[in-house]
């Protein structure tokens, strides 16, 4: 009894297997590609590159002197053919259908093809390897509950741009610095603290910096056709000059200034984590204090990029 319950589960499983086979062989289809007038000769080779409709590539060959190219075992869909010489895009096909069981016959006459025509892919990964600059423009913020001490300060605003000259050594690594300015302030808690006689409404900090800073860049998704620019990560040490730091208290139509104010050891590091023309940021002072009798600038602040490519 149990002997043949054993031989009937291997059955259903041998059928099941042969099933499922046969199911995916059903399912797959060929391209072939005739390559006409073959005028080049072993030296100068074709690139054929098969991609899905989300533009994920699927399929790459390099061929040398060959008059037709297989693509075997494609599941049935539309797909986008693109042939190169030389690494410079010549010819694409678009919506290129193939059935199940069937043999997708494409004509590719190479005399026609245009070796001018640069692909986006390979022009940006030259780019990668030499200097270039960006353009960001920036905001942010530091909240209390983010700081695990105390703070008089309530809440932080910084915007500001940066100019980024950075060059590749390498496509995974790049070294350069951020140059820019930057204009914030900073709203104390009401009562917390007062260089006054009496209370005013609204206290804060105002300040308009020039910073600079030594930059490591570590590229973890390089560029391509649909994201013109890489994915990285931003490592950065530098000093921020003060242009103007000012204490200000409102209340009313009263209001009262300090303009002696002077911080001239910011020593600041940052990170940022970019995504294309998106990065987030977080910078750490690493010296921040004003003169004695004022409050601490926030130590930890958080903020976002968007990231304008200059070349």
Same mark, same amino acid.
């Given at each position: 009894? #149990?002997?043949?319950? #054993?031989? +009937?589960?291997?059955?259903? *499983?041998?059928?099941?297997?042969?099933?499922?086979?046969?199911?995916?062989?059903?399912?797959?289809?060929?391209?072939?590609?005739?390559?006409?007038?073959?005028?080049?000769?072993?030296?100068?080779?074709?690139?054929?590159?098969?991609?899905?409709?989300?533009?994920?590539?699927?399929?790459?060959?390099?061929? &040398?002197?060959?008059?037709?190219?297989?693509?075997?075992?494609?599941?049935?869909?539309?797909?986008?053919?693109?042939?190169?010489?030389?690494?410079?895009?010549?010819?694409?096909?678009?919506?290129?259908? #193939?059935?199940?069981?069937?043999?997708?016959?494409?004509?590719?006459?190479?005399?026609?093809?245009?070796?001018?025509?640069?692909?986006?892919?390979?022009?940006?990964?030259?780019?990668?390897?030499?200097?270039?600059?960006?353009?960001?423009?920036?905001?942010?913020?530091?909240?209390?509950?983010?700081?695990?001490?105390?703070?008089? #300060?309530?809440?932080?605003?910084?915007?500001?741009?940066?100019?980024?000259?950075?060059?590749?050594? +390498?496509?995974?690594?790049?070294?350069?610095?951020?140059?820019?300015?930057?204009?914030?302030?900073?709203?104390?808690?009401?009562?917390?603290? +007062?260089?006054?006689?009496? +209370?005013?409404?609204?206290?804060?900090?105002?300040?308009?910096?020039?910073?600079?800073?030594? &930059?490591?860049? *570590?590229?973890?998704?390089?560029?391509?056709?649909?994201?013109?620019?890489?994915?990285?990560?931003?490592?950065?040490?530098?000093?921020?000059?003060?242009?103007?730091?000012?204490?200000?208290?409102?209340?009313?139509?009263?209001?009262?200034?300090?303009?002696?104010?002077?911080?001239?050891?910011?020593?600041?590091?940052?990170?940022?984590?970019?995504?294309?023309?998106?990065?987030?940021?977080?910078?750490?002072?690493?010296?921040?204090?004003?003169?004695?009798?004022?409050?601490?600038?926030?130590?930890?602040?958080?903020?976002?990029?968007?990231?304008?490519?200059?070349?």
């Amino acid at each position: 009894m #149990v002997q043949n319950i #054993v031989y +009937s589960v291997k059955f259903i *499983f041998l059928l099941f297997l042969s099933l499922c086979s046969l199911n995916t062989y059903s399912q797959q289809g060929k391209i072939r590609l005739n390559l006409n007038d073959n005028y080049f000769n072993d030296t100068i080779p074709l690139d054929i590159r098969l991609y899905r409709k989300n533009d994920e590539l699927i399929y790459r060959a390099k061929i &040398n002197n060959e008059s037709t190219v297989y693509i075997d075992s494609l599941k049935p869909d539309n797909y986008i053919l693109k042939v190169y010489i030389r690494g410079k895009q010549g010819l694409t096909y678009h919506n290129v259908k #193939v059935i199940a069981d069937s043999l997708t016959i494409l004509e590719c006459p190479l005399s026609s093809l245009n070796p001018e025509l640069i692909s986006i892919e390979e022009e940006y990964s030259k780019k990668r390897e030499g200097p270039e600059a960006e353009l960001s423009f920036f905001c942010q913020t530091f909240q209390p509950q983010l700081s695990p001490k105390k703070e008089f #300060v309530e809440s932080a605003y910084v915007f500001g741009m940066r100019v980024s000259p950075i060059y590749y050594p +390498s496509k995974q690594y790049g070294i350069g610095s951020h140059i820019g300015t930057s204009f914030g302030f900073n709203n104390l808690k009401k009562g917390g603290f +007062s260089l006054f006689p009496y +209370s005013f409404k609204h206290e804060r900090y105002y300040s308009w910096k020039f910073f600079v800073a030594f &930059n490591n860049r *570590f590229v973890f998704k390089q560029p391509s056709e649909k994201n013109h620019q890489p994915w990285f990560l931003d490592i950065s040490l530098g000093y921020n000059f003060p242009l103007i730091y000012r204490y200000v208290a409102i209340e009313g139509s009263s209001k009262q200034m300090i303009r002696s104010i002077s911080n001239y050891k910011d020593f600041s590091a940052m990170a940022r984590l970019a995504f294309g023309f998106i990065s987030f940021n977080a910078e750490y002072r690493l010296t921040n204090s004003l003169k004695t009798i004022f409050p601490e600038v926030p130590h930890l602040i958080l903020g976002i990029d968007f990231i304008i490519p200059t070349n």
